[in-house]
């Protein structure tokens, strides 16, 4: 388990909700896309592209959304048609998911009582599932909440505060799933998970 010395009670984290506390949502958009063979991101799904649907998604959870960029820092903004709050750049974007998570949590503002994320390559996620995440996360903003991975919590998901200094030491193309776990975070059911975009032939298989 990790350590709760830190941890506020769930009465004193609801508090600090209700009197205003900001929870903005996180879009990771900063890798290389390897797999894919070139911007994932501006890849188009339904007429707009992948990052204009996730930065929706990040919108049925906040007003907030943040978008994390990486090895297409400069072309992003330029032609994802996509109006976020603001971009967010990853300098270290090579090393994977935790270097993303780090920047982005290291730019959030010291009202955000949580965190939000979400992914680029996840369009299938639908706002049912992205309203239970949010109103988990108002019901209980002390508790982590993700998404149910056959037993495993994963993205898009809910990082308390508390939380932050356990991901902000995370290293390599891992993302916070393990902390999440050791948190014992609160599951929920969100639809279309499991049909991330790696490749093109996964684009095609959703359209």
């Not at 990486?70 to 090579?94: F, I, N």
């Not at 049912?128 to 898009?156: F, T």
Request: net charge positive; charged share 20%.
């Amino acid at each position: 388990m990790i350590a709760g010395r830190n941890r506020p009670s769930g009465r004193a984290c609801a508090a600090a909700y209700r009197a205003g506390g900001t929870i903005p949502a996180l879009v990771l958009a900063a890798g290389a896309s390897r797999r894919f063979g070139r911007a994932k991101a501006l890849a188009q799904w339904h007429g707009r592209s992948l990052l204009a649907h996730a930065i929706d998604q990040g919108r049925m959870l906040s007003k907030d959304v943040r978008v994390i960029t990486g090895c297409r820092a400069p072309l992003l903004p330029l032609r994802s048609h996509a109006r976020p709050t603001s971009w967010l750049y990853a300098k270290d974007w090579d090393e994977g998911l935790a270097a993303s998570l780090r920047a982005g949590i290291s730019a959030l503002p010291a009202g955000a009582r949580g965190v939000f994320v979400v992914l680029v390559d996840q369009p299938l996620v639908d706002s049912a599932s992205l309203e239970r995440l949010r109103e988990a996360a108002r019901r209980e903003p002390g508790k982590p909440h993700a998404a149910d991975y056959n037993g495993r919590p994963g993205v898009p998901a809910y990082l308390p505060r508390w939380l932050w200094p356990a991901v902000m030491g995370l290293e390599g193309d891992r993302g916070a799933g393990r902390l999440l776990a050791a948190a014992g975070a609160n599951r929920l059911a969100i639809a279309g998970v499991q049909a991330d975009v790696d490749t093109p032939h996964d684009l095609a298989a959703i359209r």
